[in-house]
């Protein structure tokens, strides 16, 4: 007669439940591996194909006053419930003031900075007006309204407002010490925020702080869309490659605008998936209507058509982050109604040739991206038109040249800034600054009739008058 013997059907159960559960387990877990992967590629496959309407709300919110604002409401929200727990929870009372005399603060606080919201949008819509016609409405949205001083401090006093109210609604016999502080601190916060702002702004609306401001993101965008720095070959010279006739033109379907921006990374990516090469027709910055031509694609493969437009962001109005020559426009729009008979103010004018003189200067030690657009093993794969340095030069002097050499301080300005860039600049962008020196020469002799005019006109100056350290004297 056979017995079982317990230890082993012990052992064997055992090894039977380590196994169920282990294989439970791995099953469990590639289950979950699955599920993440498969998120995560949905995910990917969403940001390609809307990648477009995420840069049009990003570019949006930086100029957008009411998101901070609206934050600074639902901080208040949870913040204002947290501090009264924790008022009940400390039982604090070091600020030894009745009733009555904290709702009377919280009443002064209220107003104060009720007022201060008030003043605050008031000065905000005289700076628009004042900016958008003594300079040029384009600094509205790139400059005064993506300005993040004014909307964090527009983000306290609403945070401010909010917070005391809430607190006075929940002050009937007791006195929330915690809280009591908190708005204390933030009155004075708010007080010494504002006398702030008015120095700030007054500083902000000056012809020098506007056009510093806009050089700056316009040298950041160079810095951006021109990482590398040009060596003694200008390997940016473009050499047109014969495609043949495209296999397939994609048409603009949706609402009118400028191009933003656009994804490079994913265009190259989807032509290396289908083998071909994608045409992008417009450039950054135009603007496009519908049914005009917006990809010419090369090849037998079959492009996804909605991560190819998803690839492109359109929007209402120029930004610099992927277009530089806009931050050139900005300066030269000032500068040329500075020079207008209307106004008549060539000092401003000489200061935005300065801020032009910084960006070209940077822009022309920087290699300017052909529009061809490789992949790692260096095949052709995306055509991306951009602007080369001939574009940007004649962009910077044309228009100076014919609306402002009659103007002995512009003329001088402009010959300063040439003459610098001529020796700082490596010898390939050389010819196209020539030929604006050639140009201005040639214009400012049809403007000045005595000789001793011209003669000033062509001493390089860099404040346009009183500058030089050349003398005229024979």
């Known amino acids: 007669m056979n017995f079982v013997n317990p230890e082993k059907m012990l052992l064997h159960l055992r090894s039977r439940f380590n196994n169920h559960v282990q294989s439970v387990y791995s099953y469990s877990a590639n289950l979950a591996e699955q599920v993440v992967t498969r998120v995560a590629y949905q995910l990917d496959e969403w940001r390609r194909v809307y990648w477009h309407r ?6 949006y919110s930086k100029s957008a006053l009411w998101i901070i604002p609206l934050i600074s409401i639902l901080v208040v929200m949870v913040l204002g419930r947290v501090a009264h727990r924790l008022d009940g929870w400390l039982g604090w009372t070091f600020t030894n003031l009745s009733v009555a005399g904290v709702q009377e603060l919280y009443q002064f606080v209220i107003s104060m900075t009720l007022s201060f919201l008030v003043f605050t949008f008031g000065s905000l819509l005289v700076a628009i007006q004042v900016a958008s016609g003594q300079m040029t409405p384009r600094v ?5 309204l993506r300005d993040n001083t004014v909307r964090y401090t527009v983000g306290l006093f609403v945070f401010t407002l909010l917070f005391t109210l809430m607190a006075l609604t929940r002050t009937e016999t ?3 010490q915690l809280v009591t502080f908190i708005i204390q601190i933030l009155g004075l916060t708010c007080l010494a925020t504002f006398l702030f702002l008015i120095d700030y702004a007054a500083r902000l609306l000056r012809p020098g702080s506007i056009v510093a401001k806009v050089a700056e993101e316009g040298g950041a965008a160079i810095n951006n869309v021109y990482p590398i720095l040009v060596t003694s070959l200008d ?12 296999s397939r033109i ?15 990374e994913e265009l190259v990516v989807e032509a290396q998936r289908r083998s071909g090469i994608i045409e992008l027709v417009p450039r950054v910055g135009d603007f496009l209507v519908t049914d005009e031509p917006l990809f010419r694609l090369y090849g037998r493969g079959s492009f996804d058509e909605s991560k190819l437009r998803g690839a492109v962001a359109v929007g209402s109005e120029r930004t610099m982050e992927q277009d530089p020559m806009f931050a050139f426009r ?3 729009d000032i500068a040329l109604k500075a020079l207008s008979k209307a106004i008549n103010d060539p000092t401003t004018a000489t200061l935005a040739i300065d801020q032009l003189h910084r960006l070209i200067r940077n822009l022309g030690k920087r290699h300017l991206s052909g529009d061809e657009v490789l992949d790692s093993a260096g095949q052709l794969r995306v055509i991306f038109h951009t602007p080369n340095w001939e574009d940007y030069v004649h962009l910077t002097f044309t228009e100076l040249r014919l609306y402002g050499a009659e103007s002995i301080q512009v003329a001088r300005r402009l010959r300063a800034m040439i003459e610098d860039l001529s020796n700082i600049l490596p010898e390939h962008r050389h010819p196209a600054l020539q030929r604006e020196l050639e140009l201005l020469d040639r214009t400012i002799e049809g403007h000045y009739k005595f000789p001793e005019d011209l003669e000033l006109a062509r001493i390089p100056d860099s404040q346009g008058l009183g500058g030089s350290v050349r003398s005229i004297a024979k």
């Open 235 to 246: 390997n940016s010279v473009k050499v047109a490659r014969e495609l043949g006739s495209p």
């Open 54 to 59: 995420l840069y049009s709300f990003i570019s």
């Open 250 to 264: 994609i048409y603009h379907e949706r609402k009118l605008g400028v191009i933003l921006a656009v994804n490079l």
């Open 330 to 332: 900005i300066l030269l």
């Open 140 to 144: 509205i949205a790139t400059t005064l």
């Open 174 to 176: 007791t006195v929330h």
